[in-house]
């Protein structure tokens, strides 16, 4: 028989074998089932530790096998076949959508053609360290454009709690079988670093060439390959017009030469910030795009130390300490987003008039910073009505959230300089006063002081400095002067969502167009976008085999 068994453990003691399989045994005991040590195979599941309380607990999960061996369930790959060139699947974006679809697409030897308008992992290191040391803006690659996505070069993270989306196990046993730790198996939070995942995405594309995939860095989708189908029935009272996408159109931006791929489908994994790809939807099938909720805030960053002892009463951990905090004021959620223990912040534009900032950690989370966003959330109805008037005499009500986001972080490089971004601290924040003094950043442009409290929109400090005094309420000590808000944050998620049938995954205005990941509005990570792009390859290759 199996069960599943958690246990405590003082931190001392996590690698005291002996007390563990004494605990086990205990907690077997506890459940009425008695054996002895010889019967027992445990198999480690997760670790979290518990820093309520003032005391610090580790807890263990193990699966446990009495009388029986593990029966090695879930922990083997795919296999993947040799592309055999009968079809073939065009994927705009090479992110953990487009990867991960693309891996999916070789389980049933399709062949996947990965257009990447960014740079491959090498020379995108080239364009970030511009950027992030003079401030240099490659606007095609940077953060958030290039092989492996966002999450490429700004952190890693891969928890979600999106599992039913699919097997987030077999999301992690590829990561690993390219180079990831085996420890993001178990951990209760998984963490690559972004010094550890350029290796590792290069690592994929070269097993998907292998296959017989393609990749076409700096290139850029232009436009899509429309056919328009006529048609009607006995049921229709007219005719009707179907649109199909057979490919799409790019441009290299090296040559500036323009060409077309053709395939059976196209899957677009094109990110948060693509948004050339949403008004390239909106002008073709406007009613293919709806608004939805997102969030924007700052990133505010404290001494790491100062992060640990809160969380850790004091007491020395070996790892750097996380939070996670959340309130609701005024109708509206306000809460951290991607914490970084250990961290950086770094400059995440994608237009020379734009600041835009994110977090991110190495595999070691060991910097002498730890920040975070603290968002509010924005829903579709909070928009001013200047962009929603705009959007709609653009012929797209849905794209107003859109407009609202780009002028904030337009507005944010006005308060900053180049990509000096505007700083203020946290305590001159709740006061209303200038900062005279900015505590050391790890944000490596650099910063320049500004009244944040001044410029960001009303409802959107209102609800942060409200948030900030609740959250100091359960962190007491959060609010301090070395504590720095950086803006703007702004890309946790896309403020357009790409409608999708809920049974086929094609765009609901566009058929063969399979809307996928974070950028079209289905996922929000690393782990939930990997899935999401397998998801709806499954369903290609389930079409494909039905319609031959």
């Known amino acids: 028989m199996t069960t599943d068994i958690s246990i405590t453990v003082k931190p001392a003691d996590e690698k005291n074998t002996a007390l563990i399989d004494a605990e086990i045994l205990h907690a077997l005991d506890k459940k009425g089932i008695h054996a002895s040590k010889s019967d027992v195979t445990s198999v480690f599941v997760k670790k979290s530790i518990d820093a309520r309380h003032g005391q610090i607990k580790i807890l263990l999960r193990y699966k446990v096998y009495i009388g029986e061996k593990p029966n090695g369930d879930g922990e083997f790959l795919p296999t993947w076949k040799k592309a055999d060139g009968r079809h073939s699947v065009v994927i705009v974006g090479s992110g953990p959508a487009g990867l991960y679809a693309a891996f999916r697409l070789l389980e049933d030897g399709i062949k996947p053609i990965l257009v990447e308008r960014g740079s491959c992992t090498d020379e995108r290191k080239g364009d970030i360290s511009n950027l992030e040391n003079e401030g240099k803006l490659n606007a095609q690659s ?252 653009d012929g797209c009500p849905a794209l107003a959230g859109l407009y609202w986001r780009t002028w904030l972080e337009e507005e944010t490089f006005r308060q900053g300089k180049g990509q000096f971004a505007p700083a203020q601290k946290l305590t001159d924040f709740l006061s209303h006063k200038d900062s005279t003094a900015l505590p050391e950043t790890s944000y490596k442009p650099g910063v320049v002081a500004s009244r944040l409290d001044k410029w960001l929109p009303e409802e959107i400090r209102n609800r942060l400095e409200k948030g900030f005094r609740d959250f100091d309420k359960n962190m007491h000590g959060f609010v301090c002067d070395q504590a720095l808000l950086i803006a703007t944050e702004s890309r946790t998620s896309t403020p357009v969502r790409i409608l999708r049938n809920k049974e086929s995954l094609e765009c609901e205005g566009i058929a063969n167009l399979y809307p996928s990941g974070e950028g079209s509005g289905y996922s929000g990570g690393i782990g939930s976008s990997a899935m999401d792009g397998e998801k709806v390859a499954a369903k290609i290759c389930e079409k494909l085999k039905t319609e031959h």
């Open 142 to 393: 940077n953060f958030c454009f290039g092989e492996g996505g966002a999450g490429t070069f700004s952190d890693g993270k891969l928890y979600t709690r999106s599992n039913k989306r699919g097997d987030i196990g077999k999301i992690y046993r590829i990561f690993v079988e390219f180079g990831a730790p085996e420890r993001i198996m178990t951990d209760a939070h998984p963490h690559i670093g972004t010094d550890k995942l350029p290796g590792i995405i290069s690592g994929m594309r070269k097993k998907i060439i292998e296959l017989g995939g393609e990749f076409h860095f700096d290139t850029l989708c232009t436009d899509l390959i429309i056919e328009e189908i006529s048609g009607s029935s006995p049921t229709m009272t007219k005719t009707q017009t179907h649109l199909t996408v057979k490919g799409i159109r790019t441009k290299n931006l090296k040559t500036g030469q323009e060409s077309q791929l053709s395939g059976d489908a196209v899957i677009l994994a094109t990110g948060h910030s693509a948004i050339d790809i949403y008004k390239m939807i909106a002008k073709i099938s406007p009613e293919s795009l709806e608004a939805k909720t997102f969030a924007v805030g700052v990133r505010v960053e404290h001494p790491r130390s100062l992060i640990d002892s809160i969380q850790f009463h004091g007491k020395a951990m070996p790892e750097a300490a996380e939070y996670r905090l959340t309130t609701q004021v005024d109708g509206r959620g306000v809460y951290s987003f991607c914490m970084c223990p250990g961290g950086y912040i770094v400059p995440c534009a994608t237009a020379e008039n734009q600041i835009v900032i994110n977090g991110m950690s190495g595999s070691g989370r060991n910097s002498k910073w730890s920040d975070a966003a603290i968002v509010v959330e924005r829903r579709p109805e909070d928009i001013p009505e200047e962009f929603v008037q705009k959007a709609k005499a």
